[in-house]
């Protein structure tokens, strides 16, 4: 079922897609991309949160 934001527009899957199949999968590339390395730059954050952690332990026991 089609929200009524979707009716006001005047053609949705072109605003979300493109006009063509290489523009469409060039936006999904875009999107999946992006997606993945907003996932890559949090583990690294965690990554270098552990370690640092690990750290700080290490120097309370010496």
């Known amino acids: 079922m089609a929200f ?4 006001k527009r005047k053609s949705p899957m072109t605003d979300d897609y493109g006009t063509s199949l ?6 999904g ?4 991309t992006a ?3 907003a996932i890559l730059f949090m583990y690294k ?15 309370m026991f010496d």
């Not at 009524?4 to 009716?7: F, G, V, W």
């Not at 590339?29 to 999946?32: L, N």
């Open 45 to 59: 954050q965690l990554h270098e949160a552990v370690i640092k952690k690990h750290a700080e332990e290490l120097e």
């Open 4 to 7: 009524d934001k979707d009716l």
């Open 35 to 37: 997606h993945y390395q």
């Open 29 to 32: 590339m875009e999107g999946t």
């Open 22 to 27: 290489e523009e469409a999968f060039k936006n």
